[in-house]
C-alpha cells in the first residue's frame, strides 16, 4: 500500500482544514488509516484513528470535539476535518497505514506512512 496525503495549508484561527490520505494498493481488512502531526523538535502525536471498515475511530484528547475522521470505502480515502482550528494546531501531518487498529498509535515494521502536509495555524 502507497498513502498520498493533502490539504494542508494556512488558516487562521477559529478556521477549518479538510485533510485527504489516499491509499493505493492492498489494504488489509482488519488495519487502520490513522492521522498524526509532529512539530520541529517534539515527537510526533497520534491523534486520530479509523478502522479499514470506517467502523472504529479513535481521537486524542487534543483534537477531541474539533476534529473528525472518515473513509470513503470507493476511493479508500480517509479525511481528517478539522474545524475551530488553534495556533498549536500548526504541525505536519502525516497519515499511517497500520496492520490493525489496535496497532494504530503503535511503531510497527509493517507501518506505511504518507508524506507530510503542513498545517499553519495563524493571524
Known amino acids: 500500500v502507497q498513502l498520498q496525503a493533502s490539504g494542508g495549508g494556512l488558516v487562521q484561527p477559529g478556521g477549518s482544514l479538510r485533510l485527504s490520505c489516499e491509499a493505493s494498493?492492498?489494504?488489509?481488512?482488519?488495519?487502520?488509516i490513522g492521522w498524526f502531526r509532529q512539530v520541529l523538535g517534539k515527537e510526533r502525536e497520534g491523534i486520530s484513528c479509523?478502522?479499514?471498515?470506517?467502523?472504529?475511530?479513535h481521537y486524542a484528547d487534543s483534537v477531541k470535539g474539533r476534529f473528525t475522521i472518515s473513509k470513503d470505502n470507493v476511493s479508500k480515502t480517509v479525511f481528517l476535518q478539522m474545524n475551530n482550528l488553534k495556533p498549536e494546531d500548526t504541525a505536519v501531518y502525516y497519515c499511517k497505514a497500520s496492520v490493525a487498529f489496535f496497532l494504530c498509535y503503535s511503531p510497527t515494521q509493517s507501518d506505511v506512512w504518507g508524506q507530510g502536509t503542513l498545517v499553519t495555524v495563524s493571524s
Open positions: 494498493g492492498v489494504t488489509p481488512d482488519d488495519g487502520a
Open positions: 479509523i478502522s479499514n471498515d470506517g467502523v472504529t475511530t
